[in-house]
């Protein structure tokens, strides 16, 4: 049964309304009209015998939850890995129902890698699929579901086969985001890349550790995901994933190989240029050190002169000489400047 706009009953009272962001009743892939609590939905769908509910909720804590989830039927495990979220990408079945957890990314804007405290940032999807339902929980502000609802609203042949095809679109915007993220990350890996090798170049190991945790942020939300896919492609999840499904979620899978082998291309990438960053820091270190020595062995010339004569012995024959203080001056002078133009002839200064 719709609710009018503005109407309500227990169901909308206990989720409000930034918690449910859309809730839609489809049947034979054309969404009914009006405004549906996820209650009054799945009794709409079940009173039919055909078609399917969406609900859609954002970032919903324990008691907006409860309802939606004693109304579908969902496990207390998922619904309790969903509302605290922070959990790898993963697919769990549950008797009818598949629980599944996708890791959203986005690229965040800035002028340099090797400058920027923050590169990948990330957001969490889980999906809740069953027979006659499918329920999307989002936490992050960058995941939003509305223009996907938009465009699947816009095929009608394809939502009439079934709450499936909603999940392989999501699965399939969501790794197609991490296509877009490599692709700008490649940017990023080409910029340090040429940072480390230019000539005097000032990257320091801490840029480069961070450009490498912003990798391990990308690697930790598309490595899990292979496994769940497979399975849904393979067939592991029963009726709730039609053949005709299957095929698509298999060239979701390609893709994700494809960001996985290019994310596993950074990662070792990323080794062997802090291996070469340690490496020039290892080597400045050492020539900041000659240059030290060198300047050191030059002033130890008149240091060790005007030490000797500094002890003022009474005993000592250039004392009393003439030409004595400029000769000793001389001398001094001239040492310091062979020295140094042996140490400059070495590259030592």
């Given at each position: 049964?719709a609710?009018?706009?503005?109407?309500?009953?227990?169901?909308?009272?206990?989720?409000?309304?930034?918690?449910?962001v859309?809730?839609?009743?489809?049947?034979?892939?054309?969404?009914?009209?009006?405004d549906?609590?996820?209650?009054?939905a799945?009794?709409?769908?079940?009173?039919?015998?055909?078609?399917?509910?969406?609900?859609g909720l954002?970032a919903?804590?324990?008691?907006?939850?409860?309802?939606?989830?004693?109304?579908?039927?969902l496990?207390?495990?998922?619904?309790?890995?969903?509302?605290?979220a922070?959990?790898?990408?993963?697919l769990?079945?549950?008797?009818?129902?598949?629980?599944?957890?996708?890791?959203?990314?986005?690229?965040?804007?800035?002028?340099?890698?090797?400058?920027?405290?923050?590169i990948?940032?990330s957001?969490?999807?889980?999906?809740?699929?069953?027979?006659?339902?499918?329920?999307?929980?989002?936490?992050?502000?960058?995941?939003a579901?509305?223009?996907?609802?938009?465009?699947?609203e816009?095929?009608?042949?394809r939502?009439?086969?079934?709450?499936?095809?909603?999940?392989?679109?999501?699965?399939?915007?969501v790794?197609?985001g991490?296509?877009?993220?490599?692709?700008?990350?490649?940017?990023d890996?080409?910029?340090?890349?040429?940072?480390?090798?230019?000539?005097?170049s000032?990257?320091?190991?801490?840029?480069?550790?961070?450009?490498?945790?912003?990798?391990?942020?990308?690697?930790?939300?598309?490595?899990?995901?292979?496994?769940?896919?497979?399975?849904?492609?393979?067939?592991?999840?029963?009726?709730?994933?039609?053949e005709?499904?299957?095929s698509?979620?298999r060239?979701?899978?390609?893709?994700?190989?494809?960001?996985t082998?290019?994310?596993?291309?950074?990662?070792?990438?990323?080794?062997?240029?802090?291996?070469?960053?340690?490496?020039?820091?290892?080597?400045?270190?050492?020539n900041d050190?000659?240059?030290?020595?060198?300047?050191?062995?030059?002033?130890?010339?008149?240091?060790?002169?005007?030490?000797?004569?500094?002890?003022?012995?009474?005993?000592?024959?250039?004392?009393?000489?003439?030409?004595?203080?400029?000769?000793?001056?001389?001398?001094?002078?001239?040492?310091?400047?062979?020295?140094?133009r042996?140490?400059?002839?070495?590259?030592?200064?």
């Amino acid at each position: 049964m719709a609710i009018p706009a503005g109407g309500g009953s227990d169901m909308a009272a206990a989720t409000t309304p930034d918690a449910v962001v859309a809730c839609g009743v489809y049947v034979d892939g054309v969404r009914l009209p009006g405004d549906w609590t996820p209650g009054d939905a799945v009794a709409e769908v079940r009173t039919r015998g055909v078609g399917f509910v969406w609900v859609g909720l954002y970032a919903p804590d324990e008691d907006r939850i409860r309802d939606v989830a004693e109304a579908f039927g969902l496990h207390e495990l998922a619904v309790e890995d969903a509302v605290h979220a922070h959990q790898r990408p993963k697919l769990e079945r549950y008797e009818d129902n598949l629980f599944m957890v996708f890791k959203t990314l986005r690229y965040v804007e800035h002028e340099s890698p090797t400058t920027a405290n923050e590169i990948v940032e990330s957001g969490e999807l889980e999906v809740f699929l069953g027979r006659d339902y499918v329920v999307t929980v989002r936490h992050g502000n960058h995941s939003a579901l509305g223009n996907l609802r938009t465009e699947l609203e816009a095929q009608p042949e394809r939502l009439a086969t079934g709450p499936a095809v909603v999940l392989h679109a999501i699965a399939d915007r969501v790794v197609d985001g991490y296509l877009d993220v490599v692709e700008a990350f490649q940017g990023d890996i080409d910029l340090v890349e040429a940072a480390v090798f230019a000539p005097r170049s000032e990257i320091g190991i801490e840029q480069m550790y961070l450009v490498k945790r912003e990798l391990m942020e990308l690697r930790r939300a598309v490595m899990p995901l292979a496994g769940p896919l497979r399975k849904l492609s393979e067939g592991h999840c029963g009726p709730l994933i039609p053949e005709t499904v299957r095929s698509y979620f298999r060239d979701v899978d390609d893709h994700l190989t494809t960001v996985t082998e290019r994310v596993t291309g950074f990662d070792e990438l990323l080794t062997t240029l802090i291996d070469a960053t340690l490496a020039k820091v290892s080597l400045q270190q050492n020539n900041d050190m000659r240059r030290i020595s060198a300047w050191v062995a030059i002033i130890a010339v008149p240091t060790m002169v005007f030490g000797t004569y500094g002890m003022n012995f009474d005993q000592m024959p250039e004392l009393r000489w003439k030409y004595g203080y400029p000769l000793i001056l001389s001398i001094t002078l001239a040492a310091c400047l062979v020295l140094y133009r042996l140490f400059k002839r070495n590259r030592w200064l």
